[in-house]
């Protein structure tokens, strides 16, 4: 009887233990410092994919402009050929025209139309039909307003479309020599056009720059 009394009690004493060690163990959880790092764990994700998902933003806008700034340089170019081809009195004089301002003498007269320097772009190419000329690159703020002469009369020509907003284009064309005709006393046949088109992506300037040559042998 001694015996399984003593045998008892053990088990009792043995049982209890492992009850306390049980709630013991199911007390202990996460302390402050665990729940701070897991916190700054997670925001540190969370701020990793917010700066993903805005570079991608923003690389997607650039790419917007960059595809619209090349559309505007591919255009004016195609611009610039047609007045090779075209002749409207008191605008467009062929050949002779594609020029910078200030370019292409004949009988004294400079007969570049396109203007030199950064220059707002306009929807409207305005009354003489091809892009880069006073007609549509005259200074943002306002219409642009020029006076002309046609069959000795003078008109007023107004273009007062809307500035295309974050966009500049500068068209710079220079002669070429050609070694099989040389000028003098050739009349010069080779141009070489550049056409910038530069705008803003989050405070920083970007460039689309196309370039070709126009020629001109017919005459």
């Known amino acids: 009887m001694r015996g399984n009394r003593r045998r008892c009690r053990f088990l009792s004493d043995s049982g209890n233990s492992s009850s306390d060690r049980i709630g013991k163990a199911g007390q202990n959880g996460f ?38 700034a090349k559309q505007i340089a591919l255009s004016t170019i195609e611009s610039i050929f047609s007045a090779r081809d075209i002749a409207r009195v008191g605008g467009v004089e062929g050949w002779n025209s594609v020029g910078n301002e200030g370019s292409n003498p004949v009988a004294g007269v400079n007969r570049g139309i396109f203007m030199t320097g950064w220059r707002p772009i306009r ?43 974050g966009f500049e284009r500068q068209i710079v064309i220079r002669d070429l020599q050609d070694p099989d005709r040389p000028s003098p006393p050739h009349n010069i046949a080779r141009r070489r056009i550049d056409v910038s088109v530069r705008y803003n992506v989050n405070r920083l300037q970007r460039q689309q720059t196309i370039s070709t040559i126009i020629a001109n042998y017919g005459e």
């Open 123 to 165: 929807e409207d190419h305005g009354w003489d039909g091809v892009t880069g000329t006073i007609d549509d690159a005259c200074d943002a703020g306002g219409p642009c307003v020029v006076p002309r002469i046609v069959n000795n009369v003078t008109i007023t020509t107004t273009n007062d479309s809307p500035v295309l907003d």
């Open 31 to 68: 302390s402050y410092i665990d729940v701070m790092i897991g916190i700054v764990i997670l925001m540190v994700g969370i701020l990793a994919s917010a700066g993903a998902l805005t570079a991608n933003l923003v690389r997607s806008h650039e790419t917007e402009k960059q595809v619209i």
